[in-house]
């Protein structure tokens, strides 16, 4: 298993080998500040799952600085070792396993050496955990960042320390993430914890707690600093970000949604990209698609995972929208929004998924013809609807099947929706020099989140020029300044 030096004590560690894509950057941007009571001790963090994770153990780095804490990119030489975990997937938790194996490993030469896991693992198996990967010393929920020092005080002299409690207020609002993996101009803002869906096959409802939407206020002075710092594409994170509802307790009846979170966001300046993720499909309205047509800084793309295309899977699922309704609203969108990028995520061999009902999956792919997507094989949680419900009765080697032909599929589609890139020109914010860090090329994505690459010339890191794209390959366009 890798780890990224450059993180600064933050590893990016892909959501799954199935995702075909990486929303993070990868140069340090760290602002820990120098001139916290340094208490002399080093912590060194690694994160696993979904963005929303990665901004946690930001908001962790915050609270551990504000005691003294400094980073460390060298998990050796760390006082404090955190593991952010993910439970959505068992293979996810088994990366966790075998990573913790090695944290342990560092015991033997420095015994005092703390090791803490966070997040949705931490959650679900709350104490079990600790009987299970002895050498654990702290297991912190979510929603419990806020006592870590006093857990660590407690880990320190000798007992292990566990909170797990899931809150129904906790946003974290006041916080200000420090900004651990990131280029320095894609920022991502948490504006909502928790879900309240309770799609049958996720441990998130049971990891993550009850939906709560974040003060408004704070959300935009977030957004506002990091623009301020020179970010320039700001993902607003949610699970379900269409859901995002807000009232203001101090204003009286005042109360904002999603829509009307966009709008201020965007407001902040016109050189600010927003973007957002996720969006439900049961959710998402039309007053969103219209507040994405009235500023051209919310940019054209929408995550819409339909998770399959049948109906009788989705309502097995739980996901409380058909086949029908998922493709009315993606009509819609391209209805308002001819432009715009859609991408999905999809589930293969859900409990009882036929090979018709598979096909109502690949037709859906036929039709919407994504321009992005994620694919996962179903992995059964303890504790989840389905797993009470249904039997995990689809073979491994035919979700695996079902898998590699959506796979095949959706990159069919996504190398067509390059092609048809070829020739035209898009507004293009520049991230900085191509991975490939060839002399003078730089990269930067249009409003639909395609990654371009072009020779760049005096243009700087975090303008906008106008690209024409002249060829492609599979996963990237290459285009000149124009
Ligand atoms: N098995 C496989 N994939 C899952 N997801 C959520 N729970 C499971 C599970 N038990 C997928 C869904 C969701 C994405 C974040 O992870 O597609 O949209
Ligand atoms: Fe899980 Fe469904 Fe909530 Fe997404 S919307 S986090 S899949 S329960």
Redo the contacts with the bound molecule.
Sequence with gaps: MEHNPLLNGISVKE??ETRQGEAFGSNPATQLNVNAPANGKQFYVESYG?ALNFNDSEIVATLLNKEGYGITTNYKEADLILINTCS??ENAEQKVRERLRQFKAVKKTRPETLIGVLGCMAERLKEKLLEQEQMVDLIVGPDAYRSLTELIQEAASGHKAVNVLLSREETYADISPTRLSSNGINGFVTIARGCNNM?S????PYTRGRERSRDAYSIVAEATMLFNEGFRDITLLGQNVDSYHWQNEAEGSLSINFAQLLAMVAAISPDLRVRFS?SHPKDITDEVLYTMLAHENICKQIHL?A?SGNSEVLERMNRTYDREWYLQKFNRIKELIPECAVST???TGFCGETDEQHADTISMINYCKFDFS?H??????SG?P?QKKFADDVPEEVKQQRLDEIIALCRFYAHEKNKAAVGQTFKVLIEGPSHKKVDGQLCGRNTQNQMIVFQGGQAQKGTYVHVKVTATTTGTLIGEIV
């Design positions: 959501h799954d979904c959505i997937r799609c096959f996720c441990v998130v996720t995972p998770q995520d999809i589930i994620y996962f094989k179903y992995s059964e949680r989840t389905a």
